[in-house]
């Protein structure tokens, strides 16, 4: 018995001498984690970027989706940006109820994403965006603070083992989305969407060869008809010619010219060519364009880019609002304002 009672004491006093030194070498750990994955991936920084700023491809990027297909998600704030927010809810124990936030953005570098797993914590996942040539590198990293909670320090040390897996497929899910987007660099390209008020207008139908100079030359004679043919009746042309696309046939390119006036209403003949119609309206996406004609085909790709990787969707109509006169400014310096009409969806 008393032998008994000596090994029960130096049993204890073994398991009281490694609770103390857990204890003691809890307080020399780490009290942050961090793990770090890197993909390259089939685009531009900048193209990236759009995709990561915000949650409106949350369930296309993230890994947590793929393991429960019923996860309920809600958006919050902005679509993109800091103060962009999803909370989300699953049935699957280790993803339970949280949130993830962007906290910082820095345009085509890097996204800070705060993190809240309710049970298990505040945490970071960042991704950080670097040129590789025409590509992107990507880095994902997962960080944990955990402070003064000396036991979730040691959870710390294996970290790498329980997320390594969660960023390698969040990169592998970028890569797959970021291989079926446009191409077009939409660095620098400064796009609102906008609600485009119904006004009346009069239109002039045109055509052309479908090349751009040819283009340019139609779109100056059909403003300079539809200007003298509203002067003529005693009315006033106001604000600036809006030009729609109409779409190409056998190498014509058909085209509506429009503008507003003032004065009265006119009477219009049968024959005239000239319509009394509203004009463009609704939600669309728009860009300022400074600069030649012969460069808006360029501005255009990388509007449309710019759509799809905003999850916007256009719904057909395009147009140009011509801000300065094309037919008297210098080719270099005219101002033109793209319109595309678009529904925006979020997940």
């Known amino acids: 018995m008393a032998r008994l009672r000596t090994l029960l004491r130096r049993v204890a006093y073994a398991l009281a001498g490694l609770v103390v030194l857990l204890v003691v070498g809890g307080f020399f750990l780490p009290s942050r984690a961090r793990v770090e994955r890197s993909k390259v991936v089939e685009a531009t920084p900048c193209n990236t970027f759009a995709v990561l700023d915000g949650f409106t491809w949350f369930q296309d990027v993230y890994p947590w989706p793929e393991r429960d297909p019923g996860l309920r998600l809600a958006l919050e704030g902005p679509a993109e940006g800091e103060g962009a927010k999803l909370r989300w809810e ?3 124990p280790e993803l339970g109820s949280g949130s993830a936030a962007v906290a910082a953005a820095e345009a085509c570098r890097e996204v800070e994403v705060a993190l809240d797993f309710a049970d298990h914590g505040p945490a970071r996942w960042t991704w950080s965006l670097q040129a590789d040539g025409p590509r992107a590198r990507v880095t994902a990293s997962f960080e ?9 320090r040691y959870v710390g040390l294996l970290l790498d083992r329980s997320v390594g897996a969660d960023l390698d497929r969040g990169l592998e899910r970028l890569a797959a989305l970021m291989a079926t987007m446009p191409k077009a660099d939409v660095g620098g390209l400064s796009v609102e969407v906008a609600e485009v008020p119904e006004r009346p207008m009069l239109w002039l ?23 003298d043919w509203i002067l003529a ?19 014509t390119w058909s085209f509506d010219v429009g503008l507003r006036f003032s004065g009265g209403t006119p009477a219009i003949e049968s024959g005239e060519g000239v319509r009394l119609e509203p004009g463009p309206s609704g939600r669309a996406a728009v860009v300022e364009h400074r600069g030649s004609r012969a460069e808006l085909a360029r501005v255009r790709e990388r ?5 799809a990787l905003h999850r916007a969707r256009p719904t057909g ?4 609002e011509y801000v300065s006169d094309p037919r008297v400014t210098p080719p270099d310096q005219l101002v033109v304002r793209l319109y595309r009409a678009v529904e925006v969806s979020r997940p």
Not at 233 to 251: I, N, W
């Open 317 to 320: 109509l395009s147009w140009v």
């Open 205 to 227: 139908r045109s055509r052309a060869a479908v090349d751009p100079a040819s283009r340019a030359a139609a779109e100056d004679g059909a403003i300079q008809r539809l200007t």
């Open 144 to 152: 944990q603070d955990y402070g003064w909670n000396l036991a979730g």
């Open 233 to 251: 009746r005693g009315l006033a042309p106001e604000g600036a010619p809006v030009v729609v696309d109409r779409g190409e046939s056998d190498g």
């Open 90 to 92: 699953s049935a699957d």
């Open 303 to 307: 509007l449309d880019a710019w759509l």
